[in-house]
Structures are given as structure tokens and as C-alpha cells.
């Protein structure tokens, strides 16, 4: 079966940090682009960052930049995103996806050309 496994989520204090990890299953990671997402309640899942399939380009949303970091371990089949300086608006259930389709090894597009999602992982940020 192909999916995700996220990880590394918890409840942390305004201006902490935190390492999520994406564990891959199924299939070969470095065939595909990768994106982090999160949807917080109430509202509808966005994408945080991107990392293309060879991890020469990233992107990441303005309300991340600067505190957010994607990175890639092909050979391990993991995707890390550390985040620093956490705010409450980060509060979310954080998701990793892989684009696919034509286009699979660059970031971009809409959310519905990702696919094997896992469960994710809970972040909260709360005093």
C-alpha cells in the first residue's frame, strides 16, 4: 500500500519548535514531488511548503517563510519539515503528499494532484 506516515507533532509553547517527519511506504520517494499541508479546524487544508523531487527547489507559503524548513532524505524515504518560532495560528494537522500524474517531480498544482496521504500529525501551539 502506498501512503505516508507523519510524525513529530505535539503541543509546544508560542516560539518553540518542532521536527515533523514524513515516512514513506509503498513507493519509490524520490520519483516525486513532496508537500507538507495542514488544516486547522474549522478551516480547509492548505499547503504549507513543497520540495520538488530532487530537492533543488522549494516552496513554501508566506505565513511559513522563514520559520519553515523542508528537507528530503531520498534514501531513506523520509521528509522532514522543521519548524521554528510556532505561533498559535499554526495550530493544525500537519500532512505529507506527493504530487502525482505528469508533473509529479515539481511542486505546484492543486491539492487534488497529491495523493498517498497518511493520518498526519497533530500540532498544537498553546501557552
Known amino acids: 500500500q502506498l501512503q505516508f506516515e507523519e510524525s513529530g507533532g505535539g503541543l509546544v509553547q508560542p516560539g518553540g519548535s518542532l521536527r515533523l517527519a514524513c515516512a514513506a511506504s509503498?513507493?519509490?520517494?524520490?520519483?516525486?514531488?513532496i508537500g507538507w499541508f495542514r488544516q486547522a479546524p474549522g478551516k480547509e487544508r492548505e499547503g504549507v511548503s513543497c520540495i520538488s523531487s530532487s530537492g533543488g527547489r522549494m516552496d513554501y507559503v508566506d505565513s511559513v517563510k522563514g520559520r519553515f524548513t523542508i528537507s528530503r532524505d531520498n534514501a531513506k524515504s523520509t521528509l522532514y519539515l522543521q519548524i521554528h518560532s510556532l505561533n498559535p495560528e499554526d495550530t493544525a494537522i500537519y500532512y505529507c503528499a506527493a504530487r502525482v500524474g505528469p508533473l509529479k517531480h515539481l511542486c505546484g498544482g492543486l491539492i487534488g494532484e497529491y495523493d498517498f496521504w497518511g493520518q498526519g500529525t497533530q500540532v498544537t501551539v498553546s501557552s
Open positions: 509503498g513507493f519509490a520517494l524520490d520519483e516525486y514531488a
